[in-house]
């Protein structure tokens, strides 16, 4: 009699172990699976004997139990192809038992296995390999991935098998250990499984010398594109992706590639964790799986600027490239849209970035995908807000690590290169270097949007719109002059009480050099010593030290001031004689010149020598005009003692021959003399005779 083994005498009435051998097949791009499986029925038949008849203790019937088996389980991926099974004694048909998302359980029927029996069930299949092929196998010569699941009810061995050339690693799962060398092929093998049911090995070999190289040039850039040699086909369609898409990226962003060569290497997803991309800064090498496309070649070209090296979030890495994706990948710009609810629990933070692998929940790849939508919205609303030249501006910036507040002078940037910026420093340079120049009206627009996802706090944000107001303020005050470093600093570090009390001493620094100016007209106050000690103050304390100075200088400037104003005003005549030969436009000009130079104090001694000297000039000018008048006076009384001296001494004397004579006057104090009674000689008749007579001979 034949019956069906119960389920108890099933678990303990046989023996299943299996051996499941994985070769990858490079030549023909598919792994080769072999299932052997050993069934033994250890379960003896069984005789009852019963009583027959009525007689007592005759025993005259029997029933013999005789138990047997002929079905076993495998499991096969979703990828494989048809399986083949047979046995050591005969047919072999096969039935799905049950399914799960990644294969299915095959019932395997064979002849009946008796007491003492062994069947051995071999069955064989194929995964395809290629690149692109369903699922996570490869079988390539660069490259190779699979994962090993055993089979038997209570023993299992698993063996991969992979040509030499190949580096064998196990990435998840059980690990394997290589027990052969032989022929070309390495055998790594599990050893024996105690109950193998659940035992998986996921393995990834890789050859890079087997890699095809190429390269491409696209602009300045060289790359090396090395690919799968099975894959022709992402090679060529990397070829014209890099020439398209590195010009556009350039034109978007305003930056340079690096120069060099970058290495452009195919790979799996399996390889990179379901990412289509990887970029190492470290070693200029982007990693792109076989399956990306187009935008995805923009999305990972553009990491070679947006990476740990210039942002120090991923949410800007992501967000930067995914918005360059969407610009340059296409040729055909689709903005990102509203990423929607959030997926996650509380509030989003986009500051807590979420990694994804194999092993990763549905709620994970969820909340990936939107923080990548998210990113890239947040991007998109913001250079469009910008407009593309001030986008470019932001990014020339962050790349040179600029200061966001500049002050005014291009010169005095606070360059910090090397640096990965933060979203403090990112929201900065997007408001001061896109949103000013853009005339967006709303100052806060970008800080809400950072506030919105996450990535700031309210906290964080407290009284910065005052400062940026009151920053623009002083940056107009300012005028020509640059805002030092004591204000920039705080500003750029958040500290915005610390940028506040700087900037209100800023405020009464520019007001005393505004009092400058007004009180000297003609005096430039651009490139002073003063606008020099303003620019390059980096503390609060430098702030004061240089109001001291300006409220000396504005002091100087009213001494000065009143200096030129008595300089070249209208003088009385003792004020203009006082001042005769006095040079009051040197002490001016030296005291400009001091001013320049900030010497404060030396100005307002030239200026006080020019105020003294034409404040005393009126009693100048009546010292100078009396001795002028006593001299005069005393010249007067010199020629008219001479005049009169000389009246009496000096009388003329007609000599005998008719010519003139001096005789000397008597002294004055003599009695005149009465002069003689002339002679008069008779007219002889001569030539002269009437005639006066002649003048002296000179």
């Known amino acids: 009699m034949l019956a069906t083994p119960a389920a108890a005498l099933a678990a303990n009435g046989y023996t299943d172990t299996g051996t499941t051998t994985y070769v990858v097949n490079v030549a023909k791009s598919e792994i080769d699976v072999t299932v052997q499986e050993t069934i033994k029925n250890t379960t003896p038949s069984k005789t009852t004997l019963k009583m027959c008849g009525t007689i007592p203790f005759v025993w005259d019937c029997s029933t013999i139990e005789e138990y047997y088996f002929y079905d076993t389980f495998i499991w096969v991926p979703n990828e494989a192809g048809p399986i083949s099974a047979t046995s050591n004694a005969g047919k072999v048909t096969q039935s799905v038992y049950k399914t799960d998302a990644y294969g299915r359980e095959l019932k395997l029927t064979f002849p009946k296995l008796y007491y003492g029996q062994t069947r051995v069930v071999t069955s064989k299949y194929t995964i395809p390999a290629g690149p692109r092929a369903s699922g996570d196998y490869r079988a390539l010569k660069a490259y190779a991935s699979l994962c090993a699941d055993s089979n038997g009810e209570d023993s299992g061995v698993v063996n991969v098998q992979v040509p030499d050339g190949l580096n064998l690693i196990v990435t998840d799962g059980t690990s394997l250990s290589m027990t052969g060398d032989a022929k070309g092929i390495q055998t790594w093998s599990s050893g024996s499984i105690a109950g193998s049911n659940g035992f998986y090995s996921c393995v990834e070999a890789t050859d890079s010398a087997a890699l095809t190289s190429s390269t491409v040039t696209a602009g300045d850039q060289t790359f090396d594109v090395q690919s799968w040699p099975e894959d022709t086909t992402w090679a060529t369609a ?102 929607g609810t959030y997926p996650g629990s509380g509030s989003p933070r986009l500051t807590l970035w979420t990694y994804v692998d194999i092993n990763s929940s549905t709620d994970d790849l969820a909340l990936a995908k939107w923080q990548y939508a998210a990113s890239c919205y947040l991007v998109t609303q913001l250079a469009d807000a910008i407009g593309p030249t001030n986008f470019k501006t932001v990014l020339v910036a962050a790349s040179k690590g600029q200061m966001a507040y500049s002050g005014g002078d291009p010169s005095q940037t606070g360059a910090t290169p090397g640096v990965a910026i933060t979203a403090k420093n990112l929201l900065d340079l997007i408001d001061e270097l896109g949103m000013v120049p853009a005339g967006v009206t709303d100052q806060d627009m970008a800080q809400n949007l950072f506030l919105q996802y996450g990535i700031l706090t309210t906290a964080d944000l407290a009284g910065r719109s005052q400062a940026r107001t009151d920053y623009h303020a002083l940056l107009g005050a300012a005028g020509k002059w640059g805002l030092p470093l004591a204000v920039r600093d705080a ?190 000689v008779a007219d002889t008749g001569s030539a002269t005779a009437g005639r006066p007579p002649a003048e002296p001979p000179m």
């Open 491 to 680: 500003m750029v570090g958040w500290n915005f009480p610390t940028a506040e009390a700087a900037m209100k001493t800023a405020t009464q620094i520019l007001a005393e050099r505004d009092q400058i100016a007004k009180a000297l007209p003609g005096f430039s106050v651009d490139g002073t010593a003063l606008e020099k000690m303003f620019e390059n103050a980096k503390t609060t304390t430098d702030l004061d030290a240089v109001l001291t100075e300006a409220k000396a200088e504005a002091a100087a400037a009213a001494t000065m001031s009143q200096a030129a104003q008595l300089k070249d005003g209208s003088h009385n005549v003792l004020q203009t004689i006082g001042l005769m030969g006095t040079d009051l436009a040197a002490p001016i000009t030296q005291a400009n010149t001091d001013l320049t130079n900030g010497k404060p104090a030396d100005a307002t001694t030239e200026a006080q020598k020019v105020i003294d000297e034409v404040n005393g000039s009126s009693s100048q000018g009546l010292l100078r005009s009396g001795a002028v008048l006593a001299l005069l006076l005393v010249l007067l009384a010199v020629v008219l003692f001479v005049v009169w001296r000389l009246r009496r001494r000096a009388a003329v004397v007609v000599s005998a021959d008719g010519s003139l004579a001096f005789a000397a006057a008597p002294p004055s104090d003599t009695e005149p003399v009465t002069p003689a009674a002339s002679t008069e």
């Open 238 to 339: 990397m070829q014209t992706d890099l020439t398209a898409d590195v010009p556009k990226l350039e034109d978007l962003t305003g930056l340079q590639m690096p120069g060099g060569t970058i290495d452009i290497t195919e790979a799996s997803e399996t390889e990179l964790g379901d990412y289509a991309g990887v970029y190492n800064s470290t070693d200029k090498t982007a990693t792109i799986t076989e399956d990306t496309d187009n935008s995805t070649v923009a999305h990972e070209l553009s990491h070679i600027w947006f990476n740990k090296d210039l942002f120090a979030s991923v949410w800007m890495d992501e967000g930067f490239a995914g918005y360059s994706e969407k610009v340059a990948g296409t040729g055909n710009y689709t903005p990102c849209t509203d990423p």
